[in-house]
């Protein structure tokens, strides 16, 4: 039996004010589906990209790309109106522009052509990743105090689904910023905790070794206030808090899927 999986991940589609632009989601869009062969995964991918194209901005993504961006050439362009045309006796081409609507259009052709449309457009509203089984963990943050894990806002750049990275350096380096924005004991550039350092960690000696070494770890004894400046020294100290604001955990891409599951569906 193969050790390899297949999941579908949503690509984003962010909003610049003007225009929708297609983000890929292949390290952390919500996961849509698992299979265990690459042949079931493509014919769900398929289903998927016909069942969901009229709803997606297309059309306002390669607006943008032809106009503002200038990604899409006015011969690409044309090739794209060409094949619609050829399959649904339709353009999406007026004026000199792709029309702003034409996911409409779009729709009106199968499965097979829509997606070979998508494909060419790179605008498929998903991506296909191949994970070996023995070695897909990833790591997610949970809230204790909220029971719940810090998801990737999309209105703040992220893919709407669970923060995730397939190691813990990653997971701060792409996704520290999301702590400033979530965790109550932020202020501005730095995290406070308060109390007295033997009722902060488990490990007060270690933590004050910290303290003493490094410049972005202050206490005050006065106010027995502990500020951490940034996510890299954060990193350093939440293990040895008696009562983490976050934690740490390793998830399995099943896992990840379950967690994902009841988020709201994407309105464009």
Same mark, same amino acid.
């Given at each position: 039996?193969?050790?390899?999986?297949?999941?579908?991940?949503?690509?984003?589609?962010?909003?610049?004010?003007?225009?929708?632009?297609?983000?890929?989601?292949?390290?952390?869009?919500?996961?849509?589906?698992?299979?265990?062969?690459?042949?079931?995964?493509?014919?769900?991918?398929?289903?998927?990209?016909?069942?969901?194209?009229?709803?997606?901005?297309?059309?306002?993504?390669?607006?943008?790309?032809?106009?503002?961006?200038?990604?899409?050439?006015?011969?690409?362009?044309?090739?794209?109106? &060409?094949? $619609?045309?050829?399959?649904?006796?339709?353009?999406? +081409?007026?004026? /000199? =522009?792709?029309?702003?609507? !034409? %996911?409409?259009?779009?729709?009106?052709?199968?499965?097979?052509?829509?997606?070979?449309?998508?494909?060419?457009?790179?605008?498929?509203?998903?991506?296909?990743?191949?994970?070996?089984?023995?070695?897909?963990?990833?790591?997610?943050?949970?809230?204790?105090?909220?029971?719940?894990?810090?998801?990737?806002?999309?209105?703040?750049?992220?893919?709407?689904?669970?923060?995730?990275? &397939?190691? $813990?350096?990653?997971?701060?380096?792409?996704?520290? +910023?999301?702590? /400033? =924005?979530?965790?109550?004991? !932020? %202020?501005?550039?730095?995290?406070?905790?308060?109390?007295?350092?033997?009722?902060?960690?488990?490990?007060?000696?270690?933590?004050?070794?910290?303290?003493?070494?490094?410049?972005?770890?202050?206490?005050?004894?006065?106010?027995?206030?502990?500020?951490?400046?940034?996510?890299?020294?954060?990193?350093?100290?939440?293990?040895?808090?008696?009562?983490?604001?976050?934690?740490?955990?390793?998830?399995?891409?099943?896992?990840?899927?379950?967690?994902?599951?009841?988020?709201?569906?994407?309105?464009?």
């Amino acid at each position: 039996m193969s050790n390899t999986k297949y999941a579908l991940r949503a690509n984003t589609f962010g909003y610049n004010d003007e225009y929708y632009n297609l983000y890929d989601g292949s390290t952390d869009g919500r996961i849509c589906g698992i299979y265990e062969t690459r042949e079931a995964a493509m014919d769900a991918w398929k289903k998927m990209e016909h069942q969901t194209v009229k709803n997606q901005p297309l059309g306002s993504v390669l607006f943008y790309r032809q106009g503002d961006l200038g990604a899409l050439s006015e011969e690409e362009a044309l090739a794209l109106d &060409n094949f $619609v045309f050829a399959r649904c006796g339709e353009h999406i +081409w007026h004026d /000199e =522009y792709v029309d702003e609507e !034409c %996911e409409t259009t779009i729709a009106r052709m199968n499965v097979e052509d829509v997606f070979e449309f998508l494909t060419k457009a790179e605008l498929c509203s998903y991506t296909l990743v191949e994970y070996q089984q023995t070695n897909a963990k990833f790591y997610v943050w949970w809230l204790p105090e909220k029971e719940n894990y810090i998801f990737s806002d999309e209105g703040m750049g992220g893919s709407g689904g669970v923060c995730q990275a &397939n190691s $813990v350096e990653k997971l701060y380096a792409d996704y520290g +910023w999301f702590l /400033e =924005y979530t965790l109550d004991k !932020c %202020e501005g550039d730095y995290y406070h905790f308060t109390g007295a350092l033997n009722g902060l960690s488990h490990s007060p000696e270690i933590l004050r070794t910290l303290i003493a070494t490094d410049p972005k770890i202050q206490y005050d004894e006065a106010q027995q206030t502990l500020s951490l400046q940034d996510n890299s020294v954060f990193k350093l100290v939440y293990p040895l808090l008696i009562n983490p604001t976050i934690e740490v955990r390793e998830v399995t891409i099943e896992q990840i899927m379950e967690i994902e599951k009841n988020l709201p569906e994407r309105v464009y």
